[in-house]
């Protein structure tokens, strides 16, 4: 991946509390390898909003965790999930977690990285006609959640998974991704 960064606020974003240091941090370290982003602007926003909600709902396995968040073109997309899935389509986010068994005792691990797709975001939130914000903010936090060993292969993970992601939204003010969903299965 190329990094575009310029050293801006907008390629460092952690969550952080106004008068006093927060007990655990959750930094996105932001990589723009391809694709247009502008319409998920403001980024540095969504992702600071994302990791406040994971801090103040989830116990992070660290004082300070780190994401690799790399912006990409949805052929970039297709050609890692193509090379490291055996999937040969572009994907909303790709996650690679660093490690599996998490240390508990540690002061700073790295989660992983996730790949977002850009014009998959952009057609996912069309057809679920929600802003593209609230789609890339419920999509990188599905990818962190992946980071941190949760899953959605078998149905009881699932529902713990969606569950906990709706929670967060919620706190972020985003509707719940799942009810549309969940109303055409009644």
């Not at 952690?14 to 391809?34: G, I, K």
């Not at 997309?77 to 986010?93: C, G, I, P, S």
Request: aromatic share 6%; with cysteine.
């Amino acid at each position: 991946m190329t990094d575009s960064s310029d050293g801006s606020a907008a390629n460092q974003v952690m969550a952080s509390q106004e008068d006093e240091e927060p007990d655990q941090r959750l930094t996105f370290d932001v990589v723009t390898q391809s694709g247009d982003w502008r319409a998920f602007e403001p980024i540095a926003s969504h992702l600071q909003s994302i990791s406040k909600g994971l801090v103040e709902h989830l116990r992070l396995p660290a004082a300070d965790c780190q994401v690799c968040l790399a912006l990409c073109s949805d052929d970039a997309v297709q050609a890692m999930n193509a090379q490291y899935r055996a999937k040969d389509y572009a994907t909303n986010v790709l996650s690679y977690p660093a490690m599996r068994a998490v240390p508990n005792d540690s002061e700073y691990l790295f989660l992983g990285d996730l790949a977002i797709a850009d014009h998959v975001l952009l057609s996912e939130a069309e057809a679920m006609n929600i802003s593209p914000a609230a789609h890339f903010s419920h999509i990188v936090l599905h990818g962190v959640l992946h980071l941190l060993s949760f899953d959605h292969i078998y149905d009881q993970e699932a529902s713990e998974m969606e569950a906990l992601e709706t929670e967060i939204l919620a706190k972020l003010g985003i509707a719940d991704p799942y009810a549309e969903a969940e109303l055409e299965q009644a």
